[in-house]
C-alpha cells in the first residue's frame, strides 16, 4: 500500500534558525512528488515538484530536495511568515487516476 | 487571471439536509478532484474526473455525489447519506503532474 509519512508532526523555529523537514514515501513506482503550503482556512498552495533522485529545486529560502526514499524541505533563515503547515504528496506510477496521496503534514511556527 | 473557485468559503447544513459545494476553473485543465481534509489527517480522495460526463470514486466516495457536464465545472454534493460531513473540502485540477487547490469551503452541520 502506497504511504507517505511526513515528520516532524510539527517544528517551532526562531526567526533565522535553518532547519529541515522530511518526507517518507513508500510507493511502487514515483511518477512524483509534490510539496504544497497550507495556510489555515486556506487551499494548498503549490510549492514544487520533484520526479527523479537528486533532483533538487529552490525558490526563495525552501529548498526541497529528493532520493529513492524520502524528500526533504529546507528552510533556510526562516521567517515568521514561513509559519503554515507544509504538505508532502506523491503520484504513483501505478495509479491509473492521477491522485496524489498526501502526508499528514507538518506544522512549522516561525516565532520572532 | 486563471485559477479554481470554490464557492461558497462557508456552508451550514441541518440534519437530513443535502447541500452542494462549487468549484469552477478556467485553467482549461481536464482532471479535477475533491478531497476532504479533517483535523490532523491527510487529504482524502472523495471524487475525481479525467474528462466531462466522467467520474469515478475515491476512497471516501460514501455519502456523496458529483457531476461533470462541463470541463471548467465540478459540484459535489454532500447528501444526507454522509453521517459526518462537517470538514474542510477542497476541490483541485490537474494537468501533467501539476495539481492546482481552490481555497476550500468549510461545510459544519447544525
Known amino acids: 500500500e502506497d504511504q507517505v509519512t511526513q515528520s516532524p508532526e510539527a517544528l517551532r523555529l526562531q526567526e533565522g534558525e535553518s532547519s529541515s523537514l522530511n518526507c517518507s514515501y513508500t510507493?511502487?513506482?514515483?511518477?512524483?512528488l509534490f510539496w504544497y503550503r497550507q495556510d489555515p482556512g486556506k487551499g494548498p498552495e503549490f510549492l514544487f515538484t520533484?520526479?527523479?533522485a537528486g533532483e533538487e529545486k529552490e525558490k526563495e529560502r525552501l529548498k526541497a530536495t529528493l532520493t529513492k526514499k524520502e524528500s526533504f524541505l529546507h528552510i533556510t533563515a526562516p521567517k515568521p511568515e514561513d509559519s503554515a503547515t507544509y504538505l508532502c504528496?506523491?503520484?504513483?506510477?501505478?495509479?491509473?487516476?492521477?491522485?496524489?496521496?498526501f502526508g499528514k503534514g507538518t506544522k512549522l511556527s516561525v516565532k520572532p | 487571471d486563471g485559477g479554481i473557485t470554490q464557492s461558497p468559503k462557508y456552508l451550514f447544513r441541518k440534519e437530513g439536509q443535502n447541500v452542494t459545494l462549487s468549484c469552477e476553473q478556467n485553467?482549461?485543465?481536464?482532471?479535477m478532484y475533491w478531497y476532504r481534509q479533517d483535523p490532523g489527517q491527510g487529504l482524502r480522495l472523495i471524487y475525481y474526473?479525467?474528462?466531462?460526463?466522467?467520474?469515478q470514486k475515491g476512497d471516501i466516495a460514501e455519502g456523496y455525489s458529483v457531476s461533470r457536464e462541463k470541463k471548467e465545472s465540478f459540484p459535489l454534493t454532500v447528501t444526507s447519506a454522509q453521517k459526518n460531513p462537517t470538514a474542510f473540502y477542497l476541490c483541485?485540477?490537474?494537468?501533467?503532474?501539476?495539481?492546482?487547490f481552490g481555497q476550500g469551503t468549510r461545510l459544519t452541520v447544525v
Open positions: 485553467l482549461n485543465h481536464d482532471a
Open positions: 483541485a485540477c490537474r494537468r501533467n503532474t501539476e495539481a492546482f
Open positions: 520533484l520526479y527523479s
Open positions: 510507493v511502487s513506482g514515483l511518477r512524483g
Open positions: 504528496a506523491v503520484q504513483d506510477l501505478g495509479g491509473s487516476q492521477g491522485n496524489l496521496i
Open positions: 474526473s479525467q474528462i466531462v460526463n466522467d467520474f
